[in-house]
């Protein structure tokens, strides 16, 4: 099956007063949707707008693993555990929030922010949280989220390139930049296909794209 999403069906929230956009792909906040819960492990996939100076204060999370992927400017990091940092487009950055940490992600640079923040369900909840940053991945080299049971695929297509999509029960896609094909679908930036017990399907993007791929084994 698969199920096509298109980016302005997504929640828009935020507060643009303060230089926040957000736009959610699933049951978010005040969007309560019982048929949006999740999708294999995904709970969330928003796409967040932050202007010069705009941020999210501190605030808790737990029993939850969240992923950002930054599209254009600078995100800057602190947490309760201890760590700071700044992520930057191709950088992956994974907070596992266990049993519980507090956060504070800014804009504190001079151009917009955009990044796509990714939350997961975890296998077992609890524990110590933990906090790191990969910087510049490569296109192809799979990012796992153990405590998830996923793996996170990022790909920077050329124009006319073909890719296999995971072979697994489910398959998220999320398309950053350019298109990508699926079957008979065409997915444009902010779109994403939600694939579960599907085989050998393959993607082509018509020109360049990038495109971030969680691959499943199940629905945590």
């Known amino acids: 099956m698969i199920d096509v999403r298109r980016s302005g069906d997504r929640y828009r929230g935020g507060e643009t007063a303060a230089g926040i956009e957000s736009f959610h792909a699933f049951s978010f906040g005040p969007h309560y949707d019982p048929d949006n819960l999740r999708f294999g492990a995904v709970l969330a ?38 760590h700071a940092s700044r992520v930057r487009p191709g950088d992956v950055q994974h907070l596992s929030a266990a049993g519980g940490v507090r956060h504070v992600e800014r804009n504190d640079g001079a151009t917009p922010l955009v990044f796509v923040q990714m939350w ?20 192809s080299t799979p990012y796992a989220v153990p405590g998830a049971g996923a793996l996170l695929h990022v790909r920077r297509l050329a124009a006319g390139e073909r890719l296999g999509l995971p072979n697994a029960p489910f398959v998220y896609v999320h398309v950053v930049h350019g298109e990508l094909t699926v079957a008979d679908d065409r997915l444009g930036p902010g779109d994403s296909a939600r694939i579960s017990d599907e085989t050998d399907l393959e993607g082509v993007a018509p020109g360049t794209a990038e495109v971030l791929i969680w691959e499943m084994t199940n629905a945590a």
């Open 45 to 82: 996939c928003n796409e967040e707008r932050l202007a010069p100076g705009a941020g999210f204060d501190e605030h808790p999370h737990s029993h939850t693993e969240i992923v950002t992927w930054v599209v254009e400017g600078e995100l800057t990091h602190r947490d309760s555990a201890g």
């Open 120 to 139: 997961l369900a975890p296998l077992t909840p609890g524990g110590d949280p933990s906090y790191e940053v990969v910087h510049g991945i490569a296109d």
